[in-house]
């Protein structure tokens, strides 16, 4: 995957929509709601980060949720958790229910009103299921889970799947944690991977991107060069590279992985922004 290393990419509100599969009109309701906020300065350009929005959103609207009944739903959510997007994502919990439920960053299940829910559905997962199948069994669960958005399901699954000391399971987990906002998991899962398959390029590329998202400059661009030693024409991870060492000020070496992004992936829907890099950044 590519990070948003230097916090520039932005996307269109139809780039958004053709990301994660949307009609263009179903984007642009959840813009007209506010539920999707353009980045800070602009009118119509939104940041990285609003691609696992909209994906939180797509789960909704794809089990019946309309534009109003989310927005209705996610200022009750406000309440009970007050960041925007952990607030959205605990209102996947109420998909199926009848009532309003949020799922805090901590895992309780909570009514807009602050009453404590038990979680028979949960409960009943982390004691009987774990038993009743393999690693292997609980890892191809995670992989459907995450290829049909449900993520929280997927992260369920994975956890049981840990236990088989795959890091091809760590790696997974990493990404839906990434997906959902947990950096700090996210990295502890790719460092895992990358423990148990030192050679793993994707996992070092991927430590890097949510390295640089919590701060750790350094340490992201040292484990892009690490993904970039052991797959040297790994396009995306001179991409990720370029853009930590642009934040760091180090010029004229993006300026080389820019170049060579372009070489390895001349086409991409990347391309034209990383020329333009190249030619703000004072390159061709």
Same mark, same amino acid.
């Given at each position: 995957?590519?990070?948003?290393? $230097?916090?520039?990419?932005?996307?269109?509100?139809?780039? %958004?929509?053709?990301?994660? $599969?949307?009609?263009?009109?179903?984007?642009?309701?959840?813009?007209?709601?506010?539920?999707?906020?353009?980045? /800070?300065?602009?009118? /119509?350009?939104?940041?990285?980060?609003?691609?696992?929005?909209?994906?939180?959103?797509?789960?909704?609207?794809?089990?019946?949720?309309?534009?109003?009944?989310?927005?209705?739903?996610?200022?009750?959510?406000?309440?009970?958790?007050?960041? +925007?997007?952990?607030?959205?994502?605990?209102?996947?919990?109420?998909?199926?229910?009848?009532?309003?439920?949020?799922?805090?960053?901590?895992?309780? %299940?909570?009514?807009?009103?602050?009453?404590?829910?038990?979680?028979?559905?949960?409960?009943?997962?982390?004691?009987? %299921?774990? +038993? %009743? #199948?393999?690693?292997?069994?609980?890892?191809?669960?995670?992989?459907?889970?995450?290829?049909?958005?449900?993520?929280?399901?997927?992260?369920?699954?994975?956890?049981?799947?840990?236990?088989?000391?795959?890091?091809?399971?760590?790696?997974?987990?990493?990404?839906?944690?990434?997906?959902?906002? /947990?950096?700090?998991?996210?990295?502890?899962?790719?460092?895992?991977?990358?423990?148990?398959?030192?050679?793993?390029?994707?996992?070092?590329?991927?430590?890097?991107?949510?390295? $640089?998202?919590?701060?750790?400059?350094?340490?992201?661009?040292?484990?892009?060069?690490?993904?970039?030693?052991?797959?040297?024409?790994?396009?995306?991870?001179?991409?990720?590279?370029?853009?930590?060492?642009?934040?760091?000020?180090?010029?004229?070496?993006?300026?080389?992985?820019?170049?060579?992004?372009?070489?390895?992936?001349?086409?991409?829907?990347?391309?034209?922004?990383? #020329?333009?890099?190249?030619?703000?950044?004072?390159?061709?």
């Amino acid at each position: 995957m590519k990070g948003e290393a $230097g916090g520039e990419r932005t996307f269109t509100a139809a780039e %958004l929509a053709e990301l994660c $599969g949307l009609p263009d009109n179903v984007v642009q309701r959840w813009i007209d709601r506010e539920l999707l906020l353009p980045q /800070r300065g602009t009118v /119509r350009q939104f940041a990285f980060k609003e691609v696992g929005t909209v994906r939180t959103l797509a789960q909704l609207w794809r089990a019946g949720w309309t534009a109003p009944r989310i927005a209705r739903a996610f200022a009750l959510a406000c309440t009970v958790v007050g960041d +925007r997007e952990q607030a959205l994502a605990g209102l996947l919990a109420s998909i199926g229910q009848r009532r309003i439920t949020v799922r805090t960053p901590d895992g309780r %299940l909570v009514e807009p009103g602050g009453q404590l829910l038990f979680d028979f559905q949960a409960a009943a997962a982390a004691t009987e %299921l774990p +038993r %009743l #199948r393999s690693p292997q069994d609980w890892f191809a669960i995670g992989v459907d889970a995450e290829a049909a958005g449900r993520l929280e399901d997927a992260v369920r699954a994975y956890e049981h799947a840990l236990s088989g000391q795959s890091a091809e399971t760590h790696f997974n987990l990493g990404n839906c944690y990434y997906a959902l906002r /947990r950096r700090g998991d996210a990295a502890t899962q790719f460092a895992a991977a990358i423990a148990r398959a030192p050679e793993y390029a994707e996992a070092w590329n991927n430590l890097g991107i949510v390295r $640089g998202e919590l701060g750790d400059r350094d340490g992201a661009v040292a484990a892009l060069r690490e993904a970039l030693l052991i797959v040297p024409h790994y396009a995306d991870a001179h991409y990720n590279l370029a853009e930590a060492l642009a934040v760091l000020g180090c010029l004229q070496e993006a300026r080389q992985h820019w170049r060579a992004y372009l070489t390895f992936d001349p086409n991409s829907r990347w391309a034209d922004q990383v #020329r333009r890099r190249l030619q703000a950044n004072g390159g061709s």
